[in-house]
């Protein structure tokens, strides 16, 4: 007599495992008998990839086995929220804590018949999964010694990785719109709201220590719907945007989790070493990325980005201004820019620092113990067309270029502002633009367009001289672009359409 299956339950997260095992080429017949499921309920679970990876995106627990709903969502995203920042900065809460906090969310809330008792309490720590949540907090202070000792010990981190798989990851605040005539005006400001803040962005770099992997930095602003990205279905960076133009805990969990997925795809294993600010404290589970956290406030020494990877960024960064400035000075039009235009200079400006700059910040920081090789460029001079327009003005180049060192890139949000992010998501993701953007959203380009502007750019290069052979190379990855965009556009049409 045959005994009948009794039925297996997987956790959200033994969902994910599967889903990658069958990704990665694995039979369906072979993964469904591994977790001890009919291949039926593997598809099943298949088809709601999309749903269990935003769960995953958003933080919730995946050790559960089913999903538990809170009655009061609303509450529960303000308190969970308020709970992390206070994890972040190394405050202890405990459950009476907890239940006062959330009966206070729950009156400001306007709730009604709510009652933090004991069993909500356990139940919301189930549906987080606080016992596995880790705090990671600063120290006061450092000494010299603690650096040495981290530098000594260094290599026997990263002693199982290729030099190529050693990344270093970190925030800078971006005065986006400033132009040179401003810079004292925001030199040495933190910024951590008010006016200044809307001319703010927070970009976040990540490159390997070799400088042969620069990864696409993410922009965050303060819009989700910018005018200028109207039409606009391809960026050159990833965008994300909140309030303050801040990196979040949840901003950083989530771009590590397409990191982590990137480096899966790729086969590869990584480490990643990062300060430990308060938004890089919540790091979820990982299978290809491993986190390194520097020691506390020895970023300044420790950390390869600050060591002149950043400073590199933004003195090309800054020339892209001033070429912006004078070009439109020149056209005797307004110089301004908006969300888009600094994202395509900063994509430049991030395109243009060297392989070599990078690995000698690194080295600059331990990772190697070669001598730094000399860069024989001019990227840090003072470009010629400064020198030429801006030689009678009492702010140098090197001003403009670090007038935004001081900006916050990360902070703790009031209950205010918790409130407020949970009552009005809605409506800003409706109308959340800048108010003061003067543009109006980028002009449509036909494919006819493309081709003529396609073949004015490559009669100018020909007429160039000492043209670099990756010239002509991404001349031909634009034409197949543009090829690969005409077939879809016919595909589109019907026949009588040319007859109209």
Known sequence: MSTKRKPTTLTYADKLEAIEAV????????????????????????????????????????????????????????LFTWFKQCRNKNISVSGPILKEKAEEFANSLKIKNFKASNGWL??????????????????????????????????????????????????????????????????????????????????????NSTGTEKLKPLIIGQSKKTRCFAGLKSLPMDYEANKKAWMTADLFKKWLINIDKQMVTSNRK????????????????????????LPPNTTSQLQPLDQGI????????????????????????ISSINVLQAMRMADKAWRNVTPLAVKNCFRTCGFSSAPQEIIKEEDNNVPEEWSKHMSGSNITFEDFVTCDDDVATAGTLTEGEILESVNNCIESDKDDDFNDEPQTSSTSVSINEAKRALTTVR??????????????????????????????????????DFFK
């Not at 290069?461 to 965009?485: G, H, M, R, T």
Request: charged share 30%.
């Open 270 to 293: 990584i480490i990643l070493f990062i300060d430990n600010c308060t938004a890089h404290g919540d790091i979820p589970p990982l299978k290809a990325v491993k986190v390194q956290f």
């Open 23 to 78: 990704k990665n080429g694995l039979k369906r017949k072979e993964v469904a008998a591994q977790f001890g499921i009919h291949e039926s309920t593997l598809s099943i679970i298949i088809k709601k990839e999309a749903e269990i990876l935003k769960k995953q995106e958003s933080g919730e627990s995946l050790q559960c086995k089913r999903q538990k709903i809170a009655e009061f969502p609303n509450l529960e995203q303000c």
């Open 459 to 496: 009669s100018f290069i020909e007429q160039c001289s000492n043209i670099k052979d990756n010239v002509f190379s991404s001349l031909f990855v634009i034409e197949n672009q543009i090829d690969l965009e005409t077939v879809n556009f016919l595909k589109q049409k019907k026949i009588t």
């Open 122 to 207: 356990q139940n919301f720590k189930k549906r987080h999964d606080l016992a596995f949540n880790k705090i990671c907090g600063e120290s006061a202070s450092v000494s010299k010694s603690v650096c040495q000792e981290w530098k000594s010990e260094l290599h026997n981190v990263v002693n199982d990785y290729d030099p190529n798989d050693v990344f270093n990851a970190d925030e800078t605040g971006l005065f986006f719109k400033c132009l040179p005539d401003k810079t004292l005006t925001f030199k040495n400001e933190k910024c951590h709201g008010g006016k200044h803040s809307k001319e703010r962005l927070t970009i976040l770099f990540c490159a």
């Open 310 to 333: 950043i400073k590199n960024f933004k003195t090309l960064y800054r020339k892209e201004v001033v070429r912006k400035m004078i070009a439109d000075m020149e056209q005797n039009t």
